[in-house]
């Protein structure tokens, strides 16, 4: 059974950083894509940010020059440094792996539990 726990939320100033966690755990043979989005009250589910096995990187507008997305293969563990926070990165930020369990198995996306963000002064 794979889990995908995140970690690292909280309440931060604006203009304040936070570093969110994502630790993949269970039987998994590789990770293809390894993401973040987030959900405000009332809003729909937004893409944060992706990095693929190939290092390929994506980010939504809102975030770009603000947030960096990266991963440790090795303990299969995402990460997303996010800086200069405003009130409106404000949300749940969700964990999202695309992965194979064992290597003949098909790729399937995974969510975390999702982290509160408060962004507030």
Request: proline share 2%.
């Amino acid at each position: 059974q794979v889990q995908l726990v995140e970690s690292g939320g909280g309440l931060v100033q604006p203009g304040g950083s936070l570093r969110l966690s994502c630790a993949a755990s269970g039987t998994i043979f590789s990770i293809y894509v390894m993401g973040w989005y987030r959900q405000a009250p009332g809003k729909q589910r937004e893409l944060v940010a992706t990095v693929t096995s190939g290092g390929s990187i994506s980010y939504a507008d809102s975030v770009k020059g603000r947030c960096t997305v990266s991963r440790d293969h090795a303990k299969n563990t995402g990460y997303l440094q996010m800086n200069s926070l405003k009130p409106e990165d404000t949300a749940v930020y969700y964990c999202y792996a695309v992965l194979r369990e064992r290597e003949r198995d098909t790729f399937r996306g995974y969510w975390g539990q999702g982290t509160q963000v408060t962004v507030s002064s």
